[in-house]
């Protein structure tokens, strides 16, 4: 699919999408951000819609600033897909008893574990980092460091909006195990918490919108929110891991 370009834009805006189908508001974000002296350029995909600040589904080129509202508040969201030995054949007609068994082990929603789970208890989880993760905890905005708590309990957790955990088949007809989730309530508190941060300093004030506030470079307030973001980005690759091996253990039990 080629792309359009947006007229009226301070910046090139390429559009990988009919315009006539992008909201207005959604249009005007991209309006909007494309008038901040920070951006280079804008990639508009075609899930582009409606978001804080910034549309969720572009990609903006930002040089010597970030703006943490336009990364988002689920910091470090992704996907995790582990392919199995199972085929279509193997998988029950009725596949509710599986979505019980896997409801029970990873909690959805707002929920958390009772327990911290135990990464050592998981088949094939990536131990390496784990410890020096959970020391630089210390490190990060002191905002949300009674947190801490909810953040070890909601480790290994799949949360909600467009977050999933499905079975899929390959077109050879092979089960992969899939989930999509993030940095969880501890990702987004940081997130909030550094929006509101940028949204305070001087150069930021008198946007055409307050959420498209930034940290420049070289500036404690870049430095922190760095350091956070990259926190968080590990908090949501070691969710998914313990989350992936968690989805197996189940179904190793059901397929045994």
Not at 29 to 51: E, Y
């Amino acid at each position: 699919m080629s792309y359009v370009e947006v007229p009226g834009a301070k910046v090139p805006i390429r559009m990988w999408a009919d315009p006539a189908s992008v909201e207005d508001v959604a249009m005007q974000q991209l309006r909007n951000v494309s008038t901040l002296p920070w951006i280079k350029g804008l990639a508009v995909m075609p899930d582009v819609h409606f978001g804080k600040g910034a549309t969720v589904g572009s990609v903006i080129a930002m040089q010597g600033a970030v703006c943490p509202a336009a990364v988002g508040v689920d910091i470090g969201c992704g996907m995790s897909a582990v392919k199995t030995s199972l085929t279509a054949n193997d998988l029950p007609g009725d596949l509710s008893r599986l979505r019980s068994k896997i409801e029970q082990a990873i909690p959805v929603g707002r929920g958390m574990h009772d327990d911290v789970v135990d990464p050592g208890r998981l088949h094939g989880f990536p131990t390496a980092g784990w410890d020096d993760f959970w020391g630089r905890f210390g490190g990060i905005a002191e905002a949300v460091k009674f947190r801490q708590e909810r953040a070890t309990k909601q480790m290994g957790t799949l949360g909600s909006g467009n977050h999933f955990i499905e079975f899929c088949l390959d077109e050879t007809g092979s089960v992969w195990l899939m989930l999509h989730s993030g940095s969880r309530n501890i990702g987004k508190e940081l997130a909030d918490f550094h929006i509101a941060q940028a949204q305070k300093l001087p150069h930021n004030q008198g946007l055409i919108d307050r959420d498209l506030a930034v940290f420049v470079a070289d500036t404690p307030q870049m430095a922190a929110y760095r350091n956070d973001l990259f926190w968080a980005q590990e908090y949501a690759k070691f969710n998914r891991a313990i989350m992936m091996g968690l989805f197996q253990d189940v179904v190793r039990k059901e397929f045994k």
